[in-house]
């Protein structure tokens, strides 16, 4: 069981089961991934919203657990050896999610870190560009006068959808006929591009069929709908 006393940010976000795993997150394309994830393998966990509009992801406690200031963040009580774990960056969440589980990464070597590669491709690339043209294009940056960024992360945001696209020929999955880690990282950040951002006219999605199809499919699976609205924001 958690020991809260080791934990600053306890103080802050109380774990009322503390024998579950700890998600300390936010709706968002990388937050997500998390919440999609433990959906998906059924982990008993607890989610504490962390709101990002309010600064909390500076506050010391929430610093203590990562240092970088970011969601989503984890503790799992019941970490290797049966110790609690901390642990940062949501990529490496789904890591150890998926191993601890046994579930969404294949047990085959060469699969498994081809697997790997998909997620190291949208915590590299589709994350980072996708989040620039957002920037660029629904929020602060469409006030600059210079486009020359917004017309970069356009065409890169373009190119990387394309390379889903050929990925996704003759496959069903990232990985083929088995959903992985790789479609998981991946289904919020290409869900918010055409939704939350507003860019589907802008980057040409529906030129991009099988990106297309496959996003309806991960969107249809249950555990999915569900992790996208976890933790529940506020009203």
Do not use: C
Request: no cysteine.
């Amino acid at each position: 069981m958690l020991d809260q006393t080791q934990f600053p940010i306890t103080k802050l976000w109380p774990a009322q089961h503390p024998e579950r795993l700890q998600l300390y997150s936010l709706p968002t394309p990388n937050g997500v991934k998390v919440s999609i994830m433990l959906e998906e393998i059924g982990l008993p966990y607890e989610a504490h919203l962390i709101d990002i509009g309010k600064n909390e992801t500076w506050t010391p406690e929430f610093l203590s657990l990562n240092p970088n200031g970011k969601i989503p963040s984890i503790i799992d009580p019941e970490g290797p050896g049966g110790k609690p774990l901390p642990l940062f960056e949501s990529g490496a969440i789904l890591l150890y999610l998926a191993e601890k589980s046994g579930q969404f990464l294949p047990q085959d070597p060469a699969q498994r870190y081809e697997t790997i590669q998909w997620v190291f491709f949208q915590m590299a690339a589709v994350g980072p560009m996708f989040g620039q043209l957002g920037f660029f294009h629904r929020f602060a940056g469409r006030e600059y006068e210079d486009k020359r960024p917004l017309e970069r992360y356009k065409n890169e945001s373009k190119r990387l959808l394309g390379v889903l696209e050929s990925r996704l020929e003759g496959r069903e999955w990232i990985m083929g006929e088995d959903y992985t880690i790789a479609d998981i990282s991946l289904l919020g950040w290409v869900r918010n591009l055409i939704g939350f951002y507003e860019a589907r006219e802008l980057v040409e999605f529906d030129s991009f069929p099988r990106v297309g199809q496959w996003l309806e499919r991960g969107l249809a699976r249950p555990a999915v709908q569900r992790g996208l609205n976890i933790p529940a924001r506020n009203e």
